[in-house]
């Protein structure tokens, strides 16, 4: 709750500051605050509805400001953040088998799903899994038997 009000704080004076601006363009508190909520806005076990809830509030709020190019962002991270449980285990088999895959157009396909759905983390490191089979720092030899039935 006092991260989410801090949040909110920060992005209401960043507003103030762009509005007094008022050429659209993110000021720099508030192209922070966009980078920082990707950042470190995280699921809590306890409140599992908390973090959707407050990409949302940012989002409103980058509406409001006229920023609808960073709103829709913020909404699509909510919106991956509220996926089903099964939608859930859809995504990590994905994930697991494009990890285990030597297919690098294969393996930027789904990097680039995942970015589109605002899980850029999970983008970055399958991007790194495809510069490693480029590499050849991965191959289908260097799995374990267990990785490779999967």
Do not use: C
Not at 138 to 147: I, L
């Amino acid at each position: 709750m006092i991260i989410e009000a801090g949040f909110v704080g920060l992005l209401l004076l960043a507003w103030k500051k762009g509005k007094q601006r008022g050429d659209g363009k993110l000021s720099v508190e508030e192209e922070t605050m966009f980078r920082e909520a990707f950042e470190n806005i995280r699921i809590d076990k306890k409140d599992p509805e908390r973090a959707p809830r407050l990409f949302r509030k940012l989002a409103d709020g980058f509406d409001k400001y006229g920023h609808p190019i960073h709103a829709k962002l913020l909404r699509t991270r909510a919106d991956y953040l509220e996926r089903t449980p099964e939608k859930k285990a859809e995504h990590e088999a994905i994930i697991r088998r494009a990890m285990q895959s030597i297919n690098v157009e294969a393996i930027e396909q789904v990097a680039s799903g995942f970015e589109k759905m605002t899980a850029t983390g999970i983008a970055r490191d399958l991007r790194k899994h495809a510069q490693e089979v480029r590499d050849g720092k991965f191959t289908k030899e260097s799995q374990t038997p267990q990785e490779a039935s999967n």
